[in-house]
């Protein structure tokens, strides 16, 4: 019996029986010896780009169609964890066509249907009904993708004031496009309706298991699942079990049982065999390429890390209030105290790492990074270069704004308080315009979702805890469609907290080289136990 405990471990067990998810299949292969166990296998699509997808798909693109496809036909979920820029979006846009094609007659979309015998035929549309769920920030730049290449499928933004007109017509488009915030708020309304294909863009945004989010995406019914992230585990496995529940529920067994089963063996004890188990399970409905692996053509991507040094009163400052966050914080229990409490002040020390002016304090000496990256911008815009700019603090984002219109330099700037529809004029004239060098965009705002390939020129002003939100940062301009060689410079200031933040993030890339690639992904930063190390 021991030789079925582990279809137990992930199934039900009903009069005398085991009904193991479908997506379970893999543990088949160690239990039913080889000439016993038969899988089928749906192939009976063939997948040939459609004259109608305005696009030609690069070789690794209609190999992830096609593995996207696979899973359609079996009725399978799926993750495209592709790295950040290998095109996503347009290999979703190519599956969703493909869909289409099998709900219409190949001459065209419509059906003639009669009533009665001696009624004239009435043409009768059918749609799609695909129900895609991105951050807001993505709404226009998906629009624009899908009329770009796929102009025949009919799509509506289910977002705004307005959207409650479109409700009731909702089952009549092929493409719908809509964010989380809104799913949280009219899950009532969308749950209504079976969509043909549910899919999540930036999925991590459904990582905790515990939120609203994460439980109305899972109570809206549909046939096909896809989730899309660059990053599916961000900072533990709790992040892995997430994902995969929604695109197959029950694949990795109920939370409980995956924590003791996996979480903890690996997070904690690099449970080399539960390391093992895991991949197996998942390997099949993951598919992650880099761009190390497949844009050979891609152009080259360099990266340094400029190190400026404190002005004698800003050092003089910060030191002090670093002597006053270390009394305070390693004389209390991070166990008990709010985190927020202790985020705050390591928050203070990080801005002051930047510039005074930040936490509002008169200096006679501005600031050396802001000295350094100045004199930096000023060389690049002489030299006719775009640049992005992203910070963490939207007010540090600001003093380099103040800078640039005492020195006549044109900037645009992107911020979460940028609506969602004025987004598109931005990052157009960014883009069509040569005569605005600067980009000025905050870390979390404009991190995902933006093609920004007209920029070869990355500035990173200050380190965050999660260099993968660097990284999306980075992709914004490395990526499908950059024709030059990109630079990326991050400014540090040495001997502060900034140090400490980069040094963190090497320590802590370790779990997805294990679980999902060669990339490394970070754990999770547990403040209260590096502490020592942040105040030093």
């Known amino acids: 019996m021991s030789r079925y405990k582990k279809l137990a471990d992930f199934g039900k067990v009903e009069n005398n029986s085991i009904q193991v998810p479908k997506s379970n299949y893999t543990i088949l292969q160690d239990i039913v010896p080889p000439e016993e166990l038969v899988i089928h296998e749906n192939t009976s699509l063939e997948y040939r780009q459609s004259t109608r997808l305005k696009a030609s798909l690069r070789p690794y693109q209609e190999a992830g169609v096609k593995w996207l496809i696979k899973h359609y036909q079996n009725q399978l979920g799926a993750c495209l964890a592709d790295d950040m820029g290998l095109g996503k979006t347009l290999q979703t846009i190519a599956v969703l066509d493909f869909a289409k094609e099998q709900l219409s007659p190949e001459e065209g979309e419509v059906k003639k249907v009669r009533l009665d015998l001696f009624s004239d035929p009435l043409e009768i549309k059918t749609y799609l009904k695909a129900l895609i769920v991105l951050p807001s920030s993505l709404v226009f730049n998906w629009a624009q993708e899908i009329i770009k290449f796929a102009p025949h499928l009919n799509i509506v933004k289910y977002t705004g004031a307005d959207r409650k007109k479109t ?3 909702i089952e009549t488009y092929d493409i719908i496009l809509t964010t989380y915030a809104t799913v949280s708020r009219d899950i009532n309304i969308l749950k209504k309706t079976t969509f043909s294909y549910l899919i999540t863009d930036e999925s991590q945004q459904i990582k905790n298991k515990e939120s609203k989010i994460f439980q109305a995406i899972n109570s809206i019914s549909a046939i096909h ?8 585990i961000e900072n533990s496995l709790a992040d892995l079990w997430s994902q995969m529940e929604f695109i197959n529920p029950g694949m990795l067994g109920s939370f409980s049982f995956f924590k003791d089963h996996f979480k ?13 188990e895991l991949k197996t399970l998942i390997e099949p409905f993951i598919l992650r390429r880099t761009k190390e692996q497949v844009a050979k053509d891609l152009p080259e991507l360099s990266e340094q890390i400029i190190y400026t040094e404190m002005l004698a009163a800003q050092e003089k400052e910060y030191e002090s209030q670093k002597s006053a966050a270390r009394n305070l914080l390693l004389g209390i229990d991070p166990v008990s105290t709010n985190k927020i409490h202790i985020m705050n002040t390591l928050t203070k020390l990080r801005q002051l790492a930047n510039h005074p002016k930040l936490l509002n304090i008169a200096s006679e000496d501005p600031s050396g990074k802001f000295q350094d990256v100045t004199s930096y911008l000023n060389t690049l815009v002489r030299s006719h270069k775009k640049v992005l700019i992203f910070s963490s603090f939207v007010s540090h984002l600001g003093i380099y704004q103040e800078w640039c219109t005492s020195n006549n330099i044109s900037f645009l700037t992107l911020t979460g308080k940028v609506q969602s529809s004025d987004r598109e004029a931005i990052v157009n004239e960014f883009q069509e315009n040569d005569a605005i060098p600067l980009f000025f965009i905050s870390l979390k705002a404009g991190g995902v979702g933006l093609n920004l390939t007209k920029a070869s020129y990355v500035v990173l002003l200050d380190p965050w805890w999660n260099p993968f939100i660097e990284k999306q940062a980075i992709a914004r301009s490395h990526r499908i469609g950059q024709t030059n ?9 040495k001997n502060t907290i900034e140090e400490k933040i980069v040094q963190l993030q090497k320590r802590k890339k370790h779990l997805s080289d294990e679980i999902i690639s060669k990339d490394a992904i970070p754990d999770y930063i547990k403040i209260e136990n590096d502490l020592n190390e942040l105040l030093k």
Not at 270 to 276: K, P
Not at 485 to 493: A, C, D, G, P, Q
């Open 264 to 276: 903890i063996p690996i997070e904690k004890h690099q449970n080399l065999e539960r390391i093992s």
């Open 485 to 493: 060689n990109v630079m990326v410079s991050r400014f540090i200031t």
């Open 225 to 232: 699942k896809i989730s899309l992230s660059g990053t599916p």
């Open 167 to 169: 409700a009731p017509y």
